[in-house]
């Protein structure tokens, strides 16, 4: 009878620390890049030309989002990107922008030291669970912008750092085997050290999250300096 209320435990233990292997992503200061869209700086229409951008996929990922929310701008009349800039009197030039900008986002993504404490002692109390693991995404996106009519160039830095938690299956299975594997909580203090890095298992779901937050922002950014 006894050893069948200890299999039971041990058992109801295993369930629970599976159950509670993963804490979905969620960004905690996105209201720090919530801007509210401004009436159209001109009543003419513009046509933009955009550069092109060769950099890392992630990076690609947020360069294709402003150019995705700044085509939806009411001022803008055509975009042109990929677009190569050429001297405002080439007559040869079928598309002739009335600016030219190039956008240059870069993303670093960083873990926590925090992610050890979560990890150990926090397995005991399924910290990952109600907490996620603590990570950050500086993103750095380089604005140039061109008047192609009066070759007046203004450049700029948007800085965006997003501080999101995030647990994924994986890292929550190894962060509560504490409770399960032999040793006394021993794996979660070695699995705690392995957490403090960047998961980079968080990203594509961070991006998704983030993507309309961040993109919105960088474009009114954009359209302030037009």
Same mark, same amino acid.
């Given at each position: 009878?006894?050893?069948?209320?200890?299999?039971?435990?041990?058992?109801?233990?295993?369930?629970?620390?599976?159950?509670?292997?993963? %804490?979905?992503?969620?960004?905690?200061?996105?209201?720090?890049?919530?801007?509210?869209?401004?009436?159209?700086?001109?009543?003419?229409?513009?046509?933009?030309?955009?550069?092109?951008?060769?950099?890392?996929?992630?990076?690609?990922?947020?360069?294709?989002?402003?150019?995705?929310?700044?085509?939806?701008?009411?001022?803008?009349?055509?975009?042109?990107?990929?677009?190569?800039?050429?001297?405002?009197?080439?007559?040869?030039?079928?598309?002739?922008?009335?600016?030219?900008?190039?956008?240059?986002?870069?993303?670093? %993504?960083?873990?926590?030291?925090?992610?050890?404490?979560?990890?150990?002692?926090?397995?005991?109390?399924?910290?990952?669970?109600?907490?996620?693991?603590? %990570?950050?995404?500086?993103?750095?996106?380089?604005?140039?912008?061109?008047?192609?009519?009066?070759?007046?160039?203004?450049?700029?830095?948007?800085?965006?750092?997003?501080?999101?938690?995030?647990?994924?299956?994986?890292?929550?299975?190894?962060?509560?085997?504490?409770?399960?594997?032999?040793?006394?909580?021993?794996?979660?203090?070695?699995?705690?050290?392995?957490?403090?890095?960047?998961?980079d298992d968080a990203t594509d779901e961070f991006q998704?999250?983030?993507?309309?937050?961040?993109?919105? %922002?960088?474009?009114?950014?954009?359209?302030?300096?037009?």
């Amino acid at each position: 009878m006894i050893k069948s209320a200890k299999t039971l435990v041990i058992f109801l233990i295993i369930s629970s620390s599976l159950f509670a292997c993963s %804490y979905p992503l969620k960004i905690k200061n996105t209201q720090e890049f919530v801007v509210t869209p401004k009436f159209s700086p001109t009543e003419t229409r513009l046509n933009i030309g955009v550069s092109s951008f060769t950099g890392t996929p992630d990076e690609q990922f947020f360069y294709n989002i402003v150019l995705e929310k700044l085509s939806t701008k009411p001022f803008v009349g055509k975009m042109e990107a990929p677009y190569k800039f050429r001297n405002s009197n080439d007559s040869d030039e079928k598309f002739k922008p009335d600016f030219a900008i190039s956008i240059e986002p870069h993303v670093d %993504y960083n873990g926590s030291g925090w992610n050890y404490l979560i990890t150990f002692p926090g397995f005991l109390i399924f910290t990952h669970a109600w907490n996620g693991f603590a %990570y950050e995404a500086d993103i750095t996106t380089k604005i140039n912008i061109i008047n192609v009519k009066t070759n007046e160039t203004r450049s700029f830095d948007i800085k965006t750092v997003y501080n999101f938690r995030h647990c994924d299956f994986g890292r929550g299975f190894w962060a509560s085997s504490g409770w399960f594997l032999p040793g006394l909580g021993a794996t979660s203090l070695i699995a705690g050290f392995f957490m403090i890095q960047y998961d980079d298992d968080a990203t594509d779901e961070f991006q998704t999250h983030v993507k309309d937050n961040y993109g919105n %922002y960088v474009v009114e950014k954009i359209s302030d300096a037009i």
